[in-house]
């Protein structure tokens, strides 16, 4: 076929300065930091800067870390599982939502999702605790907002702590427009390249209980209460955010309501601009942070043919948004986690535990990378891509 793409010049991106917003502000940022010779978070004013504004956005106490995962490791290890005790949590996630979960051998027990958005379904979690749960990591998938309202309930009726993942999910509400982040016991926040809003890595752990945030801090800095002298308290690791990242972070986090607001405003468009498309499942704006524009398509010819013809229109998308579920990657599935043992691992995860989850992977969900720098010309053309496309494969 001969008809030329719809696009020729590569929308904005996460690797691209058009697709960032990263200008002058960070630049003095990061030459402040570097002609005060004092790079590392301990001995600086950055990075508790940042924690205060951070704080004060989410109105909790904010530890500041080195990346997401870092900072679920923090919320993990916090909530203090007992070595071989179980913590639910999504098998639709970056992988460094389960990661920290074995690193304090515990084990991760996948629930399903729902069909539509791919967030957790608060029944399927329910149906997954035992006697020996002590946690739920909820994630607020492409930035929509998992029922946090009904995962609570069930967390207090259970005795357990929960934990929000909200690293895709920057200033996100429920669809009555509460917070996410305040829901769970603590929220957990990311600041890599590809966030909302981006330090390079880096992240922030965030809750109102005192003693979480002070287990936390501890974990952070090696159960270095430095206050005390030299003396470690608890097992814990170094995951400092450096002074460079945070005043990095900070000139990002002046610019973070902006970035969702675009986001917003673009995102609503293309959702009017879709309606009409049938068999097109499309997200539901409210409280909505677009880190991605995720949509369901039917199960024939399903997303890898919507991808594909997405793609050569040149408008980038991805299938199913993972490869695989968590669960199915050679890290849960098969490998050894410790030394040639699989503990704390002490079951299989076969082939549809989750069916709901594997058929968004594998046949309904595509995702189109979003971006706060869209043009309405920009998406004129996606919408335009996206009619030539259902014109093609429906
Ligand atoms: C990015 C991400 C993480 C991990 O954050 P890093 O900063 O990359 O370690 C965890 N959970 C979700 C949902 C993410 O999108």
């Known amino acids: 076929m001969s008809r030329p793409p719809v696009r020729r010049d590569p929308l904005p991106g996460v690797l691209d300065p058009r697709g960032r917003t990263i200008g002058a502000e960070e630049r003095a940022a990061v030459l402040r930091v570097l002609d005060s010779a004092v790079l590392c978070g301990t001995f600086g004013t950055e990075t508790r800067a940042l924690e205060d504004e951070a704080g004060a956005l989410y109105r909790r106490e904010a530890v500041a870390c080195a990346s997401g995962t870092a900072a679920l490791h923090l919320a993990v290890a916090a909530v203090r599982p007992d070595p071989g005790t179980e913590i639910i949590t999504t098998p639709i996630s970056d992988f460094g939502t389960v990661a920290p979960i074995l690193a304090q051998n515990a084990i991760p027990v996948f629930a399903d999702v729902d069909p539509a958005t791919g967030n957790l379904d608060p029944a399927a979690v329910e149906a997954a605790i035992t006697r020996r749960t002590r946690a739920i990591i909820v994630v607020h998938l492409f930035g929509a907002p998992a029922d946090v309202a009904a995962l609570r309930a069930i967390a207090d009726r259970h005795g357990l702590a929960l934990i929000e993942d909200c690293a895709q999910a920057w200033l996100a509400t429920t669809p009555d427009g509460e917070p996410l982040g305040r829901h769970g016991d603590i929220a957990c926040l990311s600041l890599q390249q590809y966030k909302h809003i981006t330090a390079g890595d880096g992240g922030l752990a965030i809750t109102a209980d005192p003693r979480l945030a002070r287990r936390m801090r501890l974990f952070m800095d090696k159960g270095?209460?430095?206050?005390?002298?030299?003396?470690?308290?608890?097992?814990?690791?170094?995951?400092?955010?450096?002074?460079?990242?945070?005043?990095?972070?900070?000139?990002?986090?002046?610019?973070?309501?902006?970035?969702?607001?675009?986001?917003?405003?673009?995102?609503?468009?293309?959702?009017?601009?879709?309606?009409?498309?049938?068999?097109?499942?499309?997200?539901?704006?409210?409280?909505?942070?677009?880190?991605?524009?995720?949509?369901?398509?039917?199960?024939?010819?399903?997303?890898?043919?919507?991808?594909?013809?997405?793609?050569?229109?040149?408008?980038?998308a991805l299938a199913g948004y993972l490869e695989r579920p968590?669960?199915?990657?050679?890290?849960?599935?098969?490998?050894?986690?410790?030394?040639?043992?699989?503990?704390?691992?002490?079951?299989?995860?076969?082939?549809?535990?989750?069916?709901?989850?594997?058929?968004?992977?594998?046949?309904?969900?595509?995702?189109?990378?979003?971006?706060?720098?869209?043009?309405?010309?920009?998406?004129?053309?996606?919408?335009?891509?996206?009619?030539?496309v259902h014109a093609d494969v429906a």
């Not at 971006?371 to 920009?378: K, L, R, S, V």
């Open 224 to 316: 270095w209460d430095r206050s005390l002298g030299r003396v470690h308290l608890t097992f814990g690791l170094n995951y400092r955010m450096t002074e460079l990242a945070a005043a990095v972070a900070r000139a990002q986090l002046g610019k973070v309501a902006g970035v969702v607001g675009r986001r917003r405003e673009q995102a609503v468009r293309l959702v009017a601009a879709l309606s009409g498309l049938p068999g097109l499942g499309l997200p539901d704006p409210r409280g909505h942070a677009w880190w991605m524009f995720p949509f369901t398509v039917p199960e024939l010819p399903g997303n890898r043919a919507w991808a594909d013809g997405l793609a050569a229109e040149g408008i980038p």
């Open 326 to 388: 968590l669960y199915a990657n050679p890290a849960i599935a098969e490998a050894p986690v410790y030394g040639g043992s699989r503990f704390p691992l002490d079951r299989e995860y076969p082939a549809g535990l989750c069916p709901n989850a594997e058929r968004l992977i594998g046949r309904t969900l595509v995702t189109l990378p979003w971006n706060e720098a869209y043009t309405d010309g920009d998406v004129d053309d996606i919408v335009h891509a996206m009619h030539r």
